[in-house]
């Protein structure tokens, strides 16, 4: 069971990323996927997350309004569309997966990606 994130990269501050996520089963099509990130130093951060069903989405305070999760269960992915990057989004950016009900709270996920790194330049 693997989940591969893809999309991170060097990008000025201003500019845009996608992240994506693909899940090697398709059992992943139903569970709650999510995005974490964790900056040099610093603690791993909840950065979206969203129900199997699209139903439910949440995003932290810090990137609302800039950053969107979406998913496609067809496809077996989970995406994060990042705009007005600052450099303070510099970060491993991490994908997980859950079985439970959607949660803000890393422990709750019991799958995670390999993280794809997103660096943003002043």
């Known amino acids: 069971v693997q989940l591969q994130a893809s999309g991170g990269g060097l990008v000025q501050a201003g500019g845009s990323l996608r992240l994506s996520c693909a899940a090697s089963e398709r059992t992943f099509s139903s569970y709650v996927k999510a995005w974490f990130r964790q900056a040099p130093g610093k603690e791993r951060e909840f950065v979206a997350a969203i129900s199997w069903s699209g139903g439910s989405i949440y995003h932290s305070d810090s990137v609302k309004g800039r950053f969107t999760i979406s998913r496609s269960n067809v496809k077996n992915t989970v995406s994060l569309q990042i705009n007005s990057l600052k450099p303070e989004d510099t970060a491993v950016y991490y994908c997980?997966?859950?079985?439970?009900?959607?949660?803000?709270?890393?422990?709750?996920?019991?799958?995670w990606g390999q993280g794809t790194q997103v660096t943003v330049s002043s």
């Open positions: 997980a997966a859950s079985v439970n009900t959607i949660s803000t709270y890393d422990k709750s996920y019991e799958y």
